[in-house]
């Protein structure tokens, strides 16, 4: 059976389109029907520039990507929708897959959503498992200071798991001070780079900025890990190792979710791993993360005003009909 669907495509330097797209499901595969989808800032404003680099273009890829980098590509990664067919019609279930308003997907990748998590709150799964990912490589402890330098979304849940273990002091820094406030929501104290506190035990950078590196190095009490969370894509990034780097004896550690890190990756699984930050958005103040939804029919004319606008974190796009 072929089914009809419609698409968002990536053809050109900051420009889309949608298109209708053929649906033929393999033997093993389920046919969703979308509800939500979460535009995730970061990385789809680097593919929506063209600033994925030639050498990263292989592991860059979305699990359910379709075309090539540069372009065309269809491109995203949180997709939430309900089972159309077969004995787990009706399930709702989240995946990785691009902005699609029906899509066949393997059944092992479509990962059932707990039942007290809101459709519409799972969009951030992905975000959620990237941050799990980071605490994993941070090894943040009861009690340790932890400061997260770029409060957008993957930086914004990486303070709020952190604030979740006991005894931990958790601040969020951001240049923009209305970020305060999301970090009240998520348990987390709050400070702009000028007021950050420093001698911490642990520091994440999410900016993606040479500013916010900078920051993050210089809050570092001695022999702190600084967790480089950020991804920069094509653009050159200077990072200063003189000054006090070395009499303090910082790690510095690469934190990316497409790997899990080695003191776990014995026992835990990709697909383990998803779960559990499926598991982690049982929490109502996570909806803080949301700022803004619109329909799916408006996406083309929309999107680059989505990543454009800095005050955006994940973007939802609802599917209706």
């Not at 914004?156 to 970090?183: K, N, S």
């Not at 969370?229 to 990316?256: C, D, K, M, V, Y």
Request: charged share 20%; hydrophobic share 45%.
């Amino acid at each position: 059976m072929t089914d009809p669907g419609r698409a968002l495509w990536i053809t050109g330097p900051r420009v889309v389109e949608v298109h209708p797209i053929d649906i033929t499901p393999g033997p093993d595969d389920y046919i969703v029907h979308t509800l939500f989808s979460g535009i995730s800032r970061g990385t789809e404003r680097l593919v929506f520039e063209g600033r994925v680099p030639e050498s990263e273009y292989q592991t860059m890829r979305a699990p359910m990507q379709g075309g090539e980098f540069p372009f065309p590509v269809k491109y995203g990664y949180s997709a939430v929708g309900q089972i159309q067919d077969g004995p787990d019609a009706g399930r709702i279930v989240f995946a990785l897959h691009p902005h699609q308003t029906r899509f066949a997907c393997p059944q092992a990748m479509a990962v059932p959503v707990p039942p007290n998590v809101p459709p519409a709150r799972a969009v951030l799964a992905a975000n959620m498992e990237t941050a799990l990912n980071i605490l994993w490589d941070a090894q943040v402890q009861p009690g340790d200071r932890v400061v997260v330098v770029g409060a957008g979304t993957v930086g914004a849940l990486a303070g709020y798991l952190a604030a979740h273990i006991p005894g931990t002091e958790t601040c969020l820094i951001d240049v923009d001070p209305t970020r305060a406030a999301l970090a009240s929501a998520l348990g987390c104290a709050f400070a702009e780079p000028d007021a950050a506190p420093g001698e911490a035990d642990v520091v994440i950078h999410a900016s993606a900025t040479e500013a916010g590196l900078a920051t993050a190095l210089a809050l570092a009490g001695v022999e702190a890990t600084v967790i480089e969370a950020s991804w920069f894509g094509t653009r050159p990034t200077t990072i200063n190792l003189g000054a006090a780097f070395h009499q303090r004896r910082l790690r510095l550690i690469a934190s990316q979710v497409g790997r899990i890190p080695a003191h776990r990756a014995a026992r835990w699984t990709h697909r383990r791993r998803l779960d559990a930050a499926l598991r982690l958005l049982d929490d109502p103040a996570l909806d803080a993360l949301i700022s803004g939804e619109s329909p799916f029919d408006t996406v083309a004319q929309d999107y680059a005003r989505i990543l454009d606008a800095q005050d955006t974190l994940c973007h939802r796009l609802r599917y209706d009909g």
